[in-house]
């Protein structure tokens, strides 16, 4: 259904092809084609590697280590007589796999020098898991 504008100058026949109906019929081929295509899903299949099951992790040893006022050591309710045995305690903890955790309970009115002294040794003998146990205690 083309449509000439204005006027030729034979006065003769226009000798080109008309092309909406081509054009028609290929949209109608398109939509068609884009309805019967299956619509497609966005998932991606994976191999992903399975999870190692391993089992839980060995909860480490714990010391309970008392100051006492007097400055008496209680290394889990044993009395530690002098400074070497502490010293020989700490090495052992040391190599240990998992290192122990080592909970400080210094006594209220127990002396700072003591307290300092013990935890400089732990430090010294790379003692990492250290913690300061019943300052709430120590509030009241």
């Known amino acids: ?6 006027s030729s100058d034979d006065g003769g026949m226009m000798m080109e092809m008309n092309t909406t ?12 084609l884009i309805i019967t295509i299956p619509i497609q899903t966005h998932a991606v299949k994976l ?17 309970d280590l008392v100051v006492d006022f007097d400055g008496t050591l209680l290394w889990n309710g044993v009395v530690i007589p002098n400074a ?7 090495q052992e903890a040391s190599v240990k796999q998992p290192q ?25 003998l790379h003692i990492n898991n250290i913690g300061i146990v019943g300052n709430e205690l120590m509030e009241q």
């Open 1 to 6: 259904m083309a449509m000439s504008v204005g």
């Open 21 to 32: 109906p081509l054009i028609d019929v290929m949209l109608v081929l398109i939509v068609m």
């Open 47 to 63: 191999d992903m590697p399975r999870a190692n099951v391993q089992p839980p992790p060995v909860q480490p040893e714990v010391i």
């Open 84 to 90: 070497e045995t502490l010293l020989n305690y700490f």
């Open 100 to 124: 122990p955790e080592l909970h400080l309970r210094p006594n209220k009115l127990a002396k700072y020098d003591v307290v300092a002294n013990v935890l400089a040794t732990a430090q010294r």
